[in-house]
């Protein structure tokens, strides 16, 4: 298991290479990366990622560990930045390994849906009119309580 808050910029297919590398037990990989977009209703500047080091990294490695008792995973990445990020930036990655498709998939969406949920990081959207807070959103709700 590896996990990372950074601030740093990542690429996607290095860290999926990295991941799957000489791995001779797994038979899937699931791998999904987020990207930092706009809202649709006024331009995005950026978004600014706040969290508090230490628990941040817990909280994660909770969340991943519960993957890692539900499913049969070879192993699990979680990669999630903070800081100051444009539109189009990646801000966070998942990836699963498993022996098995179905575990690897069902594995990622619930990191997935549990890292926008739960996990401790704080969201504001800068666009031209100022900043704001980003609130929680009953459809993430609504995503996790299918776990």
Not at 10 to 25: I, K, L, N, V
Not at 120 to 136: I, L, N
Request: charged residues 30%; without cysteine.
């Amino acid at each position: 298991m590896r996990i990372s808050v950074q601030e740093a910029p990542f690429d996607p297919g290095q860290e999926a290479t990295a991941f799957a590398a000489g791995r001779s037990d797994i038979g899937a990989v699931v791998t999904f990366t987020g990207v930092v977009r706009d809202t649709g209703e006024q331009t995005l500047n950026a978004m600014e990622i706040e969290h508090y080091p230490g628990m941040t990294e817990a909280a994660l490695r909770e969340i991943a560990t519960q993957a890692e008792r539900r499913w049969s995973l070879g192993d699990v990445l979680v990669i999630h930045r903070y800081g100051h990020l444009k539109p189009a930036e990646m801000i966070m990655m998942v990836a699963t390994a498993a022996r098995h498709r179905k575990d690897a998939f069902e594995a990622a969406e619930f990191l997935m849906d549990y890292l926008k949920s739960r996990a401790p990081f704080w969201k504001r959207e800068v666009t031209d009119e100022g900043a704001s807070w980003v609130d929680a959103r009953s459809e993430d709700e609504d995503a996790l309580n299918r776990w």
